[in-house]
């Protein structure tokens, strides 16, 4: 690559003030960033050859032509968005700003393997792009939620406990040679935290994502970016020891886990022991929500549980949100009345007197939300965008 083939310096950073999809004038531009009118629309046509920016109606006139205005282009490239689940896959196509283009649901099991698995996530993906009328030239790059520890700075899977022949394996370097795109790995409830932040609650600077489902995990939003810790095992919340005593036994060897205690896995359980049949979170919820006054007392309970777990975190990280997302919340007002009797009574009133408590907004497009932004956020950087531009 020679130096006539690299965009201007600086170009990138332009580029940065034009996401937010505010129209701009080149004289808004050079104002905002002290930069000449004659470097500010060269940067300008760079952009505009890349079709990241694109032409807006033109601004007020005040004497003489309307002067052009300019805005970022969310339709220059697709996203391919993937929230892998134990037996399902939700998939979508989103353009630059995650707003969702098509999108279809597949059954699969995670037991396949990783190349079953992810050769199916990739074939529905081409016909997604198809039915979106792009192409893979349009592909700025794929973004998946496994359901288990990832390793994010290598996309592996680590030591997954309901992921059979998936430790280790190279998911990113597979899914690029199928689609030849850029490819992020992520665990499912970092996405679906992700996803419900950019969705509803940028505004805020700390927020807490908590999933409720057959296990339970969080996400923690710090900053208005993702905390995923040095080993990106941050936010394992299911396998904290409840308060109270018990010896109930976790999947993952020890007792006492609030995965164990208060999982949609585990209330199916006491409710099978209890005489009403219940095999997975989707059962709890349909007793729950037929009136089954069992559900609803475990319901309850599960949340305080999780609440007394959640009121420590609180207390730790001091969000300003805490979202509770996954299947079991699905089941009504239950499961959030107990979270936010367990926190309220246990955290000091300093950290929850701003604190909403609140069921995810996004529901199961939280998942493929996040995924989205995962790739936008690192493929629309400054230093990515200057390879963009060049290529």
Known sequence: MTRGDLPPAGTATLFQ??????????ADLAAETGLSRSTVAERIDTLLG???????????????????????????????????????????????????????DKKLDIADGPEVVLREVCKRGRELLTRADRTSDDLLGVGIGLPGPVEHQSGKPANPPIMPGWDGFDVPAFVRGELGAVTLVDNDVNIMALGEYRGHWSEYAHMIFVKVATGIGSGLISYGRLHRGSQGAAGDLGHVRVPHDTEVLCRCGNVGCLEAVASGAAIAAKLTELGVPAASSGDVVTLARNGSVPALHQ????????????????SLFNPSVLAVGGALSQAGEHLIAGVREAVYQRSLPLATQNLRIVQSASGDEAGVSGAAFMVIDHALAPDQVASLLSR
């Open 17 to 26: 003030l034009l996401r937010d999809g505010r129209p701009r004038t080149r």
């Open 50 to 104: 890349s079709g990241l920016l694109r032409f807006t109606d033109k601004a007020s006139s005040t004497g003489g032509r309307p002067p052009t205005m300019f805005a970022f282009n969310p339709a220059a490239r697709v996203v391919l968005a993937a929230d892998i689940g134990a037996t399902h896959a939700k998939l979508a196509v989103t353009d630059l700003a995650g707003t969702v283009l098509v999108e279809q």
């Open 299 to 314: 319901i309850r309970q599960a949340g305080r549980d999780i609440g007394e777990v959640l009121a420590t975190a609180v």
